[in-house]
């Protein structure tokens, strides 16, 4: 057996037409597309070909509105601190406290420079409040930053709602898009979104390639500055295998939306379903009814994710987890702690994340293992009896110290 | 994914004494649901003997807490309680081949546990300092409370200290960030502000080999004679009691003698030791139990 991967919002494969697209670039247009002679300048327009693919995915007016960077963290980074350096006098940054690290180190960093952060807190659903965002926009901020989808739970952001209030209120707006393009419909001509990050290796692109989206007009400053690549914004010699890829990606994404929304929905629905039918004190995470539609994200009370992710991948299945053990910290994702999910459950989160290569076999296989190994493990917990929780797991578990 | 053993991934999937253990006298229950580890370590122990007879466990945790369970399980069964208490954490792991450093504190919590359950049956009170912060230093899985405490106890004011001190920084050094922001923060509380200087890593090992008895010797008694100053500022004291090849056994006696700082302090003369000598050096304070600390810190 190949193996179950469910774990698509960490990273994809490389659709092989992708690979097909790409491999030229290395081998007889290795031009560099700056260059006047031919063996640049095909290279070019293979970039430009790219640059016009992304701009159709994202529904972008202008094609030159497309920078390509290295990955999501660069456009993130790019992005926020072009509008710091665009507005010095601004010395106030609004996010949520649901970002991905690649926002929130950025932000922890800032306020450490002199930078006063507002994280937008949320409910049990993690939805945030309008009226504090409302509250917080004034022309003492200098940017906005707001993840379209939520890698971990998939929910969604009111992210077009949201530039608006902020465009109304003369404030930048950024979203960190990663794990939103190639799955959702995105126009942003139509939107009154400033800039959006997006990377390359979570639709079916290589790592190492991802965008940043500036919309025309918008002050810019560029994080890396030397020769006149993507017209100075980003400067360094193009990674055109990978444009190259990233545009094919682009394509077929658009191509396969209509599929994401449709079948790799049914799947997911029915592997969540079918899970939570099986297992009891099992409960979804986030806003079930607006969310990404190859995400499902599992909250298995009174067991720890780690321990499910090696039983999973003994059976061949990947997925990933929030809990604490898995990233190396002592505490449980800063997400669920977020949306207030209590201890006993967070720890035991567990994200399926599936793709349009995910098939009904697969997820027919993954809801006939899961209630085993999650059986198994609740049999070692100190927090299961017999037949169920504990009535009173503090008190029928009273350790020393807490 | 983590990089376990064989040993760790063989106890974590088929874990031995999992479950309760209807007929215990001693039971320890250690850790909580929101660190993500619990443990609740079960024993059966002959009052005639102190023998430990049986041993279950039943644990809310990652694998490698599974895993370390398991192992203490296997570990005490049999062992007089006077010796199992002095199994270490360190014993755990290596017991399963070793942990990633991220992980220590799941044998850290098995020995807490064995402590809280033998105490349980001897009608003791069991508490523990236990603090854990943010884990700094990878290379030497040392955390943020850890360094802290180091810095603010010893006066230290640099990375060099603290390297010397804690280990922490002295290898791939992409933690002196973190360090430098510890600190930063200890510095300021006692008015004084952080100075980066230059560290010198890997240094240049004195030639080993050459040294005679009397020269190791007196080279010893340099390095401990240098930090006694600081030891007596704390009350404490150190002084050479015995050189046995690569083993050096002091007597500490004061403020730091049984302490955490123990541990620390040794840790730090034992690296001074080394870089003087330029071999292998194993301090031992010469009071029994000590020296499992000195070497479990993780
Ligand atoms: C929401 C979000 N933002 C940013 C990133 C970082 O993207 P990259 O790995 O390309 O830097 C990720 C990837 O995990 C993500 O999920
Ligand atoms: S992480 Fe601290 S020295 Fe390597």
């Known amino acids: 057996m190949e193996g179950i991967y469910l774990d698509n919002n960490a990273t994809t494969r490389v659709d092989p037409a992708v690979v097909e697209a790409m491999l030229p670039y290395f081998t007889e247009q290795f031009g560099n597309p700056s260059s006047l002679h031919s063996f640049g300048n095909k290279v070019g327009l293979a970039v430009k070909k790219a640059r016009m693919q992304v701009q159709e995915l994202l529904g972008a007016e202008h094609e030159s509105e497309i920078i390509f960077t290295s990955c999501g963290t660069e456009s993130d980074s790019t992005a926020i601190l072009s509008a710091l350096k665009a507005n010095p006098e601004r010395r106030e940054i609004i996010t949520t406290v649901l970002e991905h690290p690649a926002i929130l180190s950025l932000y922890s960093q800032l306020e450490k420079e002199g930078y006063t952060a507002h994280y937008l807190k949320v409910d049990g659903k993690g939805r945030v409040d309008m009226d504090e965002y409302k509250r917080l926009l004034s022309d003492k901020v200098a940017v906005v930053s707001v993840m379209w989808a939520n890698n971990e739970t998939g929910s969604f952001f009111p992210v077009l709602e949201m530039a608006e209030l902020a465009n109304a209120a003369g404030v930048m707006f950024h979203t960190d898009a990663v794990q939103a393009v190639g799955k959702v419909p995105i126009d942003l001509k139509n939107s009154k979104i400033d800039m959006l990050s997006l990377s390359g290796h979570k639709l079916h692109a290589p790592k190492g390639i991802g965008v940043l989206y500036l919309k025309r007009g918008v002050r810019f400053r560029p994080l890396l500055r030397g020769g006149h690549q993507e017209r100075g914004r980003r400067a360094g010699t193009e990674n055109t295998a990978s444009i190259v890829a990233l545009g094919k990606a682009c394509e077929m994404a658009l191509a396969a939306m209509e599929h994401e929304n449709t079948e790799v929905r049914r799947l997911r629905d029915k592997l969540e379903a079918g899970i939570l039918a099986k297992v009891p004190h099992a409960f979804v995470t986030g806003d079930a009814s607006n969310r990404l539609p190859n995400t499902s994200n599992i909250a298995f009370e009174y067991i720890e994710g780690e321990a499910i992710l090696l039983l999973l991948n003994k059976f061949g299945i990947a997925a990933s987890s929030g809990s604490a053990c898995t990233s190396g910290s002592l505490e449980p994702s800063h997400v669920m702690r977020a949306m207030g999910i209590p201890y006993t459950a967070a720890h035991g989160t567990t994200r399926f994340s599936l793709s349009r290569y995910t098939t009904e076999e697969e997820i027919d296989r993954v809801i006939q293992v899961v209630p085993e190994i999650v059986a198994q493990l609740r049999k070692l917990s100190p927090y299961w009896g017999e037949n169920g929780p504990s009535a009173e797991p503090e008190k029928d578990f009273a350790p020393v110290y807490a | ?298």
């Open chain 2, 1 to 298: 994914m983590w990089d376990y053993s064989d040993k760790v991934k063989e106890h974590f999937f088929q874990p031995r004494n999992a479950g309760p253990l209807a007929d215990a006298n001693a039971v320890g229950d250690v850790g909580s649901i929101s660190c993500g580890d619990a443990l609740r370590l079960m024993l059966k122990v002959d009052p005639e003997t102190e023998t430990i007879e049986e041993a279950h466990f039943q644990t809310f945790g990652c694998g490698s807490a599974i895993a370390s369970s398991s192992a203490l399980t296997e570990i005490v069964k049999g062992m007089k309680l006077d010796d199992a208490l002095k199994v270490s954490n360190q014993d755990i792991a290596d017991y399963l081949d070793g942990l990633p450093p991220e992980k220590m504190h799941c044998s850290v919590m098995g020995r807490e546990a064995l402590q809280a359950a033998i105490a349980n049956y001897r009608g003791e009170e069991w508490s523990d300092d236990h603090e854990e912060g943010a884990l700094i230093c990878k290379c030497f899985a040392i955390d943020a409370v850890l360094i802290e405490d180091t810095v603010r106890a010893n006066n230290l004011s640099t990375m060099e200290d603290v390297i010397n001190y804690t280990k922490a920084g002295g290898g791939c050094a992409s933690c002196h960030e973190g360090i430098e922001e510890i600190l930063a923060k200890v510095l300021a509380e006692r008015g004084e502000t952080f100075k980066a200087v230059p560290v010198k890593l890997d240094k240049e090992a004195p030639k080993p080999g050459k040294l005679t008895n009397l020269e190791r010797i007196r080279r010893i008694e340099a390095v401990l004679e240098s930090v006694r100053p600081q030891l007596q500022r704390d009350h404490g004291d150190i002084e050479l009691v015995d050189v046995d090849g690569k083993t050096v056994y002091v007597s500490m006696t004061g403020a730091c003698a049984g302490c955490q700082m123990e541990a620390l302090t040794l840790q730090g003369i034992q690296t001074k030791l080394m870089e003087e000598l330029g071999e292998l050096i194993k301090l031992v304070p010469t009071r029994a139990g000590s020296l499992a600390r000195a070497t479990s810190q993780p």
